[in-house]
């Protein structure tokens, strides 16, 4: 029995890299639409996102079955409780990059970036991309140093998407309401995809070491 135990956690473990691999997949294409206003990458994410979600409940489904029938104590149940809440956030990075994306289409053939602002969101979104594809090898290795990486990018995501706002916010800024509209949302975006990516890396470091890194204490809406 403990044999079998081993095999599905090692499953559990698999699927949410599975799940990783499909989010930094979408984050990719979800960040090309909008920069580009490519609206076949668009759609492409956009019909997509009901794969992750489908694999996130299948993993949530697995975990219950699990805690039911094998009734893991200490670490054993720390990984399985983890796994549910990192597919949660997994599914809410795939619903993140499908938001960028639904920008992208929403403005096409125009590009949802306002003129003045499409380097920071170039950045901004080659750091998720980044932070996305760490995320997918911190789940298959538990290397804590690619956790801590993760947590350096998303510092400068949020540096980036402070300067959203004072741009828009400032006198100098020309920008539409619609464009205006676009720049504050998909800074959000952006943003929430790497506060999901550092909460999946702090629980994994905590399994990983035992320490644990508390959460921000800023809201985490989305």
């Given at each position: 029995?403990r ?17 990783a ?52 104590v ?10 549910l809440r ?14 960028i ?10 590009r ?51 300067s ?15 464009a205006?509209v ?5 800074s959000?975006?952006?943003e ?31």
């Amino acid at each position: 029995m403990r044999e079998v135990f081993q095999q599905e956690l090692h499953e559990v473990q698999h699927r949410l890299v599975e799940i990783a691999e499909l989010v930094a997949i979408s984050i990719e294409g979800a960040v090309h639409a909008f920069n580009e206003s490519d609206v076949a990458r668009a759609e492409e994410v956009i019909e997509n996102d009901s794969r992750i979600d489908g694999l996130t409940v299948e993993l949530d489904e697995l975990a219950i079955t699990i805690l039911a029938r094998q009734q893991p104590v200490a670490r054993d149940l720390r990984i399985v409780v983890s796994a549910l809440r990192i597919s949660a956030s997994l599914e809410r990075m795939g619903d993140m990059a499908e938001h960028i994306a639904q920008l992208a289409r929403s403005r096409f053939p125009e590009r949802a970036v306002p003129r003045g602002l499409r380097s920071t969101f170039a950045e901004m979104g080659r750091l998720d991309v980044e932070i996305a594809r760490k995320l997918a090898e911190l789940l298959r290795t538990e290397d804590t140093r690619i956790a801590e990486e993760i947590r350096d990018e998303d510092d400068l995501i949020d540096d980036l998407h402070l300067s959203v706002f004072d741009k828009v916010l400032g006198e100098t800024w020309k920008g539409e309401t619609a464009a205006t509209v676009d720049a504050t949302l998909a800074s959000r975006y952006h943003e929430r995809f790497a506060d999901h990516a550092v909460s999946i890396a702090k629980k994994v470091q905590y399994l990983a070491t035992g320490d644990w890194a508390p959460e921000s204490t800023a809201p985490t809406h989305a």
